[in-house]
């Protein structure tokens, strides 16, 4: 049985979802905010935002924009996991906290057994981690370890960069040694595949050197990359968003129409500056709080048990992939996959909570 | 409720009909006029010319590189007009929503999708799903996947090929096979950067020609109604008009479609070394008729190219416009999202222009050319009314051809021909000829007992117009366009086949993919369960 809480108070789910629909339809500019769904509540929550005239924001927006403006604003070449795994002679790690994000990531690579397809199937792969943290640097036996701050590794790049476009840097000889070594190792590569996640706090900069280091690898050879998607599902809720509006979160629809730009329709600053006046918070992973600080805007939480807040509506959903079978972002295959319950529950799903208060969210929008 | 389209001129090839006559609907279907019936709702369609709703075959309309070429170029669809009420999400520019709306003010009511990856078809279903009001089908590629070039390099049985082939098409759901830049994807990842029909993809001594020819006859055997939707080697370049005729020369005498033909149909001919070599592909087609083709043509317009030709879209990036792209290199194919800008003042440009329109007014049998731009690759899908416009008069393609660089008219035939299509041959090519590409017995037609899908168009001099906004459209008999107007949605069907396979091959793809990848296949799979719809699929029946 779903359970809901008025300030606190248990009520009827159905009341709930109705309190939710008046408080929604309401407002003058309503949020919907964190997001952290999978593909049919996400979905569903945007069908809501639109119908509300409202605007959405994903809980992990900054990380996959980071991404996207790279995308968006240079290009980008990437691969699977599973491409990487069977085919990379050369696979460089960058950064600190990788295995935090994607905990599955060095079983899915396989970095320890020899690619399988193309010409370096059956020789030991080359692997370079920049930056590890303490306890990731021994996790690939083998694996030259590069040490760098996460800040430093915009540098590094640009260093390598220039080596491999036959230009000069300025730095003692030992180093310049060094970064020769990794440039040539890189040049040699024949499908190499750089490692990132945004998610670690890699800035769209250190992002574009490593996809411009790309650009130019692939002159002469082939290097691809492999990036680790933001938590929260933000990379299925991404491509929903995508196809139904033409954008990523961060879109507004005040208009009648998609606009979409991340400073505008960034949640927190929509709640702390007073725009958005009233917020439908979802966050069905794991009940993650907002980040806004104002506390006096009507406020209505989609978060899995435990998660109820003390202030405002409260309606208890099921974590996807865990109360109920979901439809996610896959990060071993890069693609949509159904994930079973693990601990199934009668707990509702983002959507199915949705559906009913959208049902009582009335077509005709505030113009 | 019977409905009746009174005193229009219907067009119906698949029956014949070219004259003015009444249409009956009832129930989601074409009627017999009823003995002495009086219709419910009549509909006075004088002046009207009254269709089946139309078929694209070729429309790349869903699928992760669709989505991602819209998070690529978000400067590129920018939405101006609120929707109107009922129909969410329909003014949002190049949404699957807006898609659908579109599709449907111009009379069309069924679109393929023709790239659907294996590993990634459930997010192409879901993107299918959310295309409002029209029927939708995909294509699933293969011929660039290890599993099948391991099954050709080890000389397995055509039986094992085909259970292959009929599993991962009934398992992703989709209408038929395509074949991408056959074993070119895979000589990309080792660093080829052409690849030609003879040319050998490296560890698996295959060629192009021995891959597409497997797939073509396997295809057959199967029972998939399409032929093998083969996107050739070497698209775009100057001279691979000699790979489209060699293309149709291992053709095996077997049905074969090839896609987007006008990038094949270049010479070299002339200054700059490019020129149009459309006669020819079209003389070797109307000579050929078990190949079936689409065209693919070129309107001169700022688009973006989508391609799962991996290889060819990496060597577009020079060129692409604004300078951005993206290139994945996939299980498979994967898939190269480039920008482009076709311009009337290039030179290339207007030969790819004027070699399309060769291609549709030289081809003789119309149900053997199909209508597109290969969306959004040459165009955008919103440029079929002006495209429409042009293949029914002489006198506007002249107009345009008076704006073309001077020397480009040297290079083409196109100011030589005076063909104007008609109604019944435009039909032809997008209802009749569309529906018996794909084993389509219920559409594409308004013979009694066909889905009542229906287009009417009031007839008018700038024929652009007149398909652009269709009068009415009647998507399972209900009324969903007036005006130009789509006034509400309806959930469409995905359409897709079930040919039959041994299920032993299951188990074999068991054993590949925990071997190879160390994954459950199941992790692929499209069960019902995961499906936003599954009640909005409708099986298609396969050849017996």
């Given at each position: 049985?779903?359970?809901?809480?008025?300030?606190?108070?248990?009520?009827a789910?159905?009341?709930?979802?109705?309190?939710?629909?008046?408080?929604?339809?309401?407002?003058?500019?309503?949020?919907?905010?964190?997001?952290?769904?999978?593909?049919?509540?996400?979905?569903?929550?945007?069908?809501?935002?639109?119908?509300l005239?409202?605007?959405f924001?994903?809980?992990?927006?900054?990380?996959?924009l980071?991404?996207?403006?790279?995308?968006r604003?240079f290009g980008?070449?990437?691969t699977?996991?599973?491409?990487?795994?069977?085919?990379s002679?050369?696979?460089?790690?960058?950064?600190?906290g990788?295995?935090?994000?994607?905990?599955?990531?060095?079983?899915?690579?396989?970095?320890e057994?020899?690619?399988?397809?193309?010409?370096?199937?059956?020789?030991?792969?080359?692997v370079?981690?920049?930056?590890?943290?303490?306890?990731?640097?021994?996790?690939v036996?083998g694996a030259?370890?590069?040490p760098?701050s996460?800040?430093?590794?915009?540098?590094?790049?640009?260093?390598?960069?220039?080596?491999?476009?036959?230009r000069?840097?300025a730095?003692?000889?030992?180093?310049?040694?060094?970064?020769?070594?990794?440039?040539?190792?890189?040049?040699?590569?024949?499908?190499?595949?750089?490692?990132?996640?945004?998610?670690?706090?890699?800035?769209?900069?250190?992002?574009?050197?490593?996809?411009?280091?790309?650009?130019?690898?692939?002159?002469?050879?082939?290097?691809?990359?492999?990036?680790?998607?933001?938590?929260?599902?933000?990379?299925?809720?991404?491509?929903?968003?995508?196809?139904?509006?033409?954008?990523?979160?961060r879109?507004g629809?005040?208009?009648?129409?998609?606009?979409?730009?991340?400073?505008?329709?960034?949640?927190?600053?929509?709640?702390?500056?007073?725009?958005?006046d009233?917020?439908l918070?979802?966050?069905?992973?794991?009940?993650?709080?907002?980040?806004?600080?104002?506390k006096?805007?009507?406020?209505?939480?989609?978060?899995?048990?435990?998660?109820?807040?003390?202030?405002?509506?409260?309606?208890e959903?099921?974590?996807?992939?865990?109360t109920?079978d979901?439809?996610l972002?896959?990060?071993?295959?890069?693609?949509?996959?159904?994930?079973?319950?693990?601990?199934p529950?009668?707990?509702p799903?983002?959507?199915?909570?949705?559906?009913?208060?959208?049902?009582?969210?009335?077509?005709?929008?505030?113009? | 409720?019977?409905?009746?389209?009174?005193?229009?001129?219907?067009?119906?090839?698949?029956?014949?009909?070219?004259?003015?006559?009444?249409?009956?609907?009832?129930?989601?279907?074409?009627v017999?006029?009823?003995?002495?019936?009086?219709a419910?709702?009549?509909?006075?369609?004088?002046?009207?010319?009254?269709?089946?709703g139309?078929?694209d075959?070729?429309?790349?309309i869903?699928?992760?590189?669709?989505?991602?070429?819209?998070?690529l170029?978000?400067?590129?669809?920018?939405?101006?007009?609120?929707?109107?009420e009922?129909?969410?999400?329909?003014?949002?520019?190049?949404?699957?929503?807006?898609?659908?709306?579109?599709?449907?003010?111009?009379?069309?009511?069924?679109?393929?999708?023709?790239?659907?990856?294996?590993?990634?078809s459930?997010?192409?279903?879901?993107?299918?799903?959310?295309?409002?009001?029209?029927?939708?089908?995909?294509?699933?590629?293969?011929g660039?996947?290890?599993?099948?070039l391991?099954?050709?390099?080890?000389?397995?049985?055509?039986?094992?090929?085909?259970?292959?082939?009929?599993?991962?098409?009934?398992?992703?759901?989709?209408?038929?096979?395509?074949?991408?830049n056959?074993?070119?994807?895979?000589?990309?990842?080792?660093?080829?950067?052409?690849?030609?029909?003879?040319?050998?993809v490296?560890?698996?001594?295959?060629?192009?020609?021995k891959?597409?020819?497997a797939?073509?006859?396997?295809?057959?055997?199967v029972?998939?109604?399409?032929?093998?939707?083969?996107?050739?080697?070497?698209?775009?370049i100057?001279?691979?008009?000699?790979?489209?005729?060699?293309?149709?020369?291992?053709?095996?005498?077997?049905?074969?479609?090839?896609?987007?033909?006008?990038?094949?149909?270049?010479?070299?001919?002339?200054?700059?070394?490019?020129?149009?070599?459309?006669a020819?592909?079209?003389?070797?087609?109307?000579?050929?008729?078990?190949?079936?083709?689409?065209?693919?043509?070129?309107?001169?317009s700022?688009?973006?190219?989508?391609?799962?030709d991996?290889?060819?879209?990496?060597?577009?990036m020079?060129?692409?416009?604004?300078?951005?792209g993206?290139?994945?290199?996939?299980?498979?194919?994967?898939?190269?999202?480039?920008?482009?800008?076709?311009?009337?003042?290039?030179?290339?440009?207007?030969?790819q222009?004027?070699?399309?329109?060769?291609?549709f007014?030289?081809?003789?049998?119309p149900?053997?050319?199909?209508?597109?731009?290969?969306?959004?690759?040459?165009?955008?899908?919103?440029?079929?009314?002006?495209l429409?416009?042009?293949?029914m008069?002489?006198?506007?393609?002249?107009?345009?051809?008076?704006?073309?660089?001077?020397e480009?008219?040297?290079?083409t035939?196109?100011?030589?021909?005076?063909?104007?299509?008609?109604?019944?041959?435009?039909?032809?090519?997008s209802?009749?000829?569309?529906?018996?590409?794909?084993?389509?017995?219920?559409?594409?037609?308004?013979?009694?007992?066909?889905?009542?899908?229906?287009?009417?168009?009031?007839?008018?001099?700038?024929?652009?117009?007149?398909?652009?906004?269709?009068?009415?459209?009647?998507?399972?008999?209900?009324?969903?366009?007036?005006?130009?107007?789509?006034?509400?949605?309806?959930?469409?069907?995905?359409?897709?086949?079930?040919?039959?396979?041994?299920?032993?091959?299951?188990?074999?793809?068991?054993?590949?993919?925990?071997?190879?990848?160390?994954?459950?296949?199941g992790?692929?799979?499209?069960?019902?369960?995961?499906?936003?719809?599954?009640?909005?699929?409708?099986?298609?029946?396969?050849?017996?």
């Amino acid at each position: 049985m779903s359970k809901a809480t008025l300030d606190g108070k248990a009520i009827a789910l159905e009341d709930a979802c109705k309190e939710a629909a008046r408080i929604l339809s309401g407002a003058t500019f309503p949020l919907v905010a964190g997001l952290g769904a999978d593909v049919p509540g996400a979905r569903a929550a945007i069908l809501l935002a639109e119908r509300l005239r409202g605007a959405f924001d994903h809980l992990a927006s900054r990380d996959s924009l980071a991404d996207l403006d790279v995308k968006r604003s240079f290009g980008m070449f990437t691969t699977t996991a599973n491409e990487a795994r069977v085919r990379s002679d050369v696979v460089v790690l960058l950064g600190p906290g990788l295995t935090r994000q994607w905990p599955g990531l060095l079983e899915r690579l396989a970095l320890e057994q020899a690619p399988r397809h193309g010409s370096q199937a059956g020789q030991p792969r080359k692997v370079i981690w920049v930056g590890p943290e303490a306890d990731e640097a021994a996790a690939v036996p083998g694996a030259k370890i590069i040490p760098a701050s996460l800040q430093q590794i915009s540098g590094l790049l640009a260093t390598w960069r220039a080596r491999i476009g036959g230009r000069r840097v300025a730095m003692d000889a030992t180093k310049l040694e060094l970064v020769d070594g990794v440039a040539q190792t890189l040049k040699d590569a024949k499908f190499g595949c750089f490692v990132w996640a945004s998610s670690i706090g890699l800035d769209p900069l250190a992002i574009e050197m490593m996809q411009a280091l790309v650009t130019d690898l692939n002159v002469t050879t082939r290097f691809t990359g492999l990036h680790l998607g933001a938590r929260a599902g933000a990379a299925g809720v991404v491509q929903a968003s995508g196809w139904m509006t033409g954008f990523p979160p961060r879109t507004g629809f005040g208009r009648g129409y998609p606009e979409h730009d991340p400073w505008r329709f960034e949640a927190s600053r929509l709640v702390d500056s007073g725009e958005a006046d009233a917020a439908l918070w979802i966050s069905a992973f794991d009940g993650e709080a907002p980040a806004w600080s104002r506390k006096d805007i009507p406020l209505i939480t989609l978060a899995p048990a435990g998660a109820a807040p003390a202030r405002g509506l409260y309606i208890e959903v099921g974590q996807p992939g865990v109360t109920h079978d979901a439809v996610l972002m896959a990060q071993e295959t890069g693609g949509m996959t159904l994930r079973a319950a693990s601990a199934p529950s009668d707990a509702p799903t983002v959507a199915q909570v949705i559906d009913a208060i959208l049902a009582h969210v009335s077509e005709v929008a505030p113009c | 409720m019977l409905t009746v389209l009174r005193g229009g001129h219907v067009v119906d090839p698949a029956t014949g009909k070219d004259g003015v006559g009444d249409v009956w609907l009832e129930d989601g279907r074409i009627v017999a006029p009823p003995a002495g019936g009086k219709a419910d709702r009549e509909i006075d369609c004088a002046g009207h010319v009254v269709m089946a709703g139309a078929i694209d075959i070729h429309s790349h309309i869903a699928g992760g590189n669709v989505n991602t070429a819209r998070l690529l170029l978000p400067e590129l669809h920018r939405a101006i007009r609120a929707r109107r009420e009922g129909t969410p999400l329909s003014t949002a520019k190049w949404s699957t929503f807006e898609t659908g709306r579109l599709y449907a003010q111009m009379g069309f009511t069924t679109v393929v999708e023709p790239a659907m990856a294996p590993h990634h078809s459930l997010q192409t279903h879901y993107e299918l799903n959310d295309v409002p009001i029209i029927d939708k089908g995909a294509l699933t590629v293969l011929g660039n996947d290890d599993f099948l070039l391991r099954q050709l390099r080890a000389g397995e049985s055509e039986s094992a090929i085909n259970d292959y082939v009929a599993q991962t098409v009934s398992g992703t759901r989709s209408l038929g096979l395509k074949c991408i830049n056959p074993g070119g994807c895979e000589a990309f990842k080792e660093n080829m950067r052409a690849f030609g029909l003879d040319d050998e993809v490296p560890f698996y001594g295959l060629t192009s020609r021995k891959i597409f020819q497997a797939l073509q006859k396997s295809t057959q055997a199967v029972g998939i109604h399409h032929p093998l939707h083969l996107h050739m080697n070497n698209l775009g370049i100057a001279g691979n008009i000699q790979t489209a005729l060699d293309t149709i020369d291992a053709s095996q005498g077997l049905p074969l479609h090839l896609a987007h033909v006008q990038f094949y149909a270049y010479g070299k001919e002339g200054a700059n070394a490019f020129s149009s070599a459309a006669a020819a592909f079209a003389e070797k087609i109307n000579a050929h008729p078990n190949v079936t083709v689409d065209v693919g043509q070129v309107m001169f317009s700022q688009t973006v190219t989508i391609s799962s030709d991996v290889l060819k879209q990496f060597n577009s990036m020079p060129g692409g416009s604004p300078k951005k792209g993206a290139i994945f290199d996939g299980d498979a194919n994967g898939g190269g999202i480039v920008p482009y800008a076709y311009k009337i003042s290039n030179y290339y440009n207007a030969i790819q222009w004027a070699a399309g329109l060769e291609l549709f007014l030289l081809i003789n049998n119309p149900e053997q050319v199909f209508f597109t731009t290969d969306h959004p690759n040459g165009g955008p899908f919103t440029a079929y009314p002006e495209l429409f416009a042009l293949l029914m008069s002489a006198e506007l393609r002249a107009e345009v051809m008076a704006r073309l660089p001077a020397e480009v008219l040297e290079q083409t035939t196109l100011p030589s021909l005076k063909r104007e299509y008609t109604y019944y041959e435009i039909a032809q090519m997008s209802r009749s000829g569309a529906a018996k590409l794909f084993g389509f017995t219920d559409r594409g037609t308004l013979a009694p007992g066909s889905i009542a899908d229906v287009a009417v168009y009031k007839e008018s001099r700038d024929k652009a117009g007149m398909f652009r906004r269709a009068a009415y459209v009647f998507k399972d008999g209900d009324l969903v366009v007036k005006d130009g107007e789509v006034s509400h949605y309806r959930r469409g069907k995905t359409l897709h086949i079930s040919p039959r396979f041994d299920k032993n091959i299951n188990t074999r793809l068991d054993s590949y993919y925990e071997e190879l990848y160390g994954l459950p296949r199941g992790i692929f799979d499209v069960p019902d369960a995961a499906l936003p719809h599954k009640d909005a699929f409708a099986e298609v029946a396969c050849k017996v």
